[in-house]
């Protein structure tokens, strides 16, 4: 059983459109987490969820909303997609205050 | 200045080498600290976390200094499969006291036959 899952785990799509990428965990996990991953394989923080309350959004564009129905699940619509948004889109878990995140494999994201 | 700075490399190093890797974070409040590894297109795992009073995990070593806001992590007799990106992470707690895991951007490793 995967313990963080993503779907999909490829996208590629045109600019403009708008797409959503998915991710549950089944571990228990009370904080979920979203990394993009861009060309130079920096790993940065976008947003982060503590029982489904957003508690960290590190300035992302507000084409970017993230949702996280229960706290099993946090997943992230994207509007009017640019090239700049090509990138690997991590899903991360984790129990609070206890510091080690559990990622999803990611969602490869190309934009044309 | 960033919140996490690792010297990105490449380091490439021979079989059975001894290689060290350093990384500096600007938040003195920061609560916890680990190493994650990343292997070329799949997720970064957590390799060993970081302790004040150091930690060894086999072939690894983790050291914390707290007063210099550094953390370094040595690996021993290197093995091909060591090749990977080495991860800093540290917990900065947010303003709302909440986890903010950062990660460095990464320092290369190639372990050469």
């Known amino acids: 059983d995967t313990a963080v899952s993503q779907t999909p785990k490829y996208l590629v799509t045109q600019m403009g459109n708008d797409k959503s990428i998915k991710c549950e965990q089944n571990?228990?996990?009370?904080?979920m987490y979203w990394y993009k991953q861009d060309s130079k394989k920096f790993l940065k923080i976008m947003f982060s969820?503590?029982?489904?309350?957003?508690?960290i959004n590190e300035t992302v564009p507000n084409r970017f909303s993230p949702k996280s129905p229960d706290k099993a699940h946090l997943n992230l619509h994207i509007n009017s997609l640019e090239l700049g948004d090509s990138a690997v889109y991590f899903c991360?878990?984790?129990?609070?205050?206890?510091?080690?995140?559990?990622f999803g494999e990611g969602s490869r994201l190309t934009v044309l | 200045r960033k919140e996490v700075e690792q010297d990105p490399g490449p380091f490439n190093v021979p079989e059975g080498a001894t290689v060290a890797f350093n990384c500096t974070y600007s938040?003195?409040?920061?609560?916890?600290f680990f190493w994650y590894r990343q292997d070329c297109r799949k997720e970064p795992k957590l390799l060993m976390s970081?302790?004040?009073s150091g930690n060894e995990d086999g072939r690894f070593t983790a050291q914390l200094n707290r007063a210099s806001q550094y953390i370094s992590l040595l690996i021993r007799d290197s093995k091909l499969s060591d090749s990977a990106t080495y991860l800093c992470?540290?917990?900065?707690?947010?303003?709302?006291?909440?986890?903010?895991?950062?990660f460095g951007p990464g320092t290369s490793l190639s372990v050469i036959p």
């Open positions: 991360a878990s984790s129990f609070s205050g206890a510091g080690e995140l559990f």
């Open positions: 571990l228990g996990h009370d904080t």
């Open positions: 969820y503590n029982n489904k309350e957003l508690i």
């Open positions: 938040n003195s409040a920061s609560q916890s």
């Open positions: 970081v302790y004040s």
């Open positions: 992470v540290v917990n900065m707690k947010g303003k709302t006291s909440y986890d903010k895991v950062i």
